[in-house]
């Protein structure tokens, strides 16, 4: 039987205690081709960032993987970080032994173009975090529009944000950039909080991989006991909301996640919407549909896919 194609993907995130369940998935997936990480200023700073993602590579064993370090901060908005929920670190939580992986040197935008420009049209972009890398890549180079294949983020919601009433974190982090990107052309797909707030890993779904004996396993349970104590105490919710990896398992098992093409935009003027996608589910305004959002997810498959993917690793 011939080998499955496997996607080709860039992974630009912002780890993240979420970001690091979605490296894993997408180092470790038979279906999925890494082809490097390229990380940016969310979560937390970019130095901590940078330095996540490069602790979570070693742990699993895949230094392999080049990362490339990105934009310090957004396009045109103040810098904003997510430390309540993720940290002092911004992967609080984890015990990692001393880091001897470096970055490369080529900075992460350059590394986007470079890499589209030599690609023939089959590299799908997934975001996990702010959209600075992406939206600077197309701006000093818009011929890599034509060479992206898709762009699957997590980000955004067609209904409540969770940061401003309106606006997503991923998105309000640089809503400039998540701009450039829905309007760049090319097949969006959105994985908004709509439905990665169905995804909440309760304590009976980490008693479930902790039975995973393996790095994995064992690094998964441990950004969860950080990241649920601290969602739980910001959002009341019963577990932590795993919000990333969705991009991975829509491209894993697209049958999970449903999404419908909708007319999206992003609010960039300046008033209380300031970040949100304005996402028209009901098609009021009969304008062309750029984007595939999410708005439906099976939670049990979910769930299965990240249990799946997780005991692949030794
Ligand atoms: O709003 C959730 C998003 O913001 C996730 O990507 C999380 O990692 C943070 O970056
Ligand atoms: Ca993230």
Known sequence: MSEEKRTKIIL??????????AIMLAAGSPKIELLGITTESG????????????????WIGRGDIPVYVGCQGPMVREKMTAADIHGETGLDGPVFPPLELKPQKKHAVQYIIDTLMAGSGDITMVTTGPMTNLGMAIRLEPRIVEKIERIVLMGGSYQ??????????????????????????RPVYMMGLDITRQVLCTPDVVERMKKIDNCAGRLFVDLMAHFCRTQKEIFGL???????PCTLVWLIAPDVITTKPMYSTIDIS??????????????????????????AVDVDGYWDVIEEELRRYS
């Open 12 to 21: 630009d995130c912002d780890p993240g205690h979420d970001d690091a369940v």
């Open 43 to 58: 979560n937390q700073t970019l130095e901590k960032t940078t330095r996540n993602a490069l602790n979570v590579l070693q």
């Open 160 to 185: 409540h944000g969770n940061v401003t009433p309106a606006a997503e974190f991923n998105i309000l982090c640089d809503p400039e950039a998540a701009h450039v990107c829905f309007s760049c052309g």
């Open 238 to 244: 019963p577990g932590g909301p795993l919000h990333d």
């Open 270 to 295: 300046h008033g209380e919407s300031y970040g949100r996608t304005n996402c028209d589910f009901f098609s009021y305004l009969h304008k062309p549909q750029n984007v595939r959002v999410a708005y």
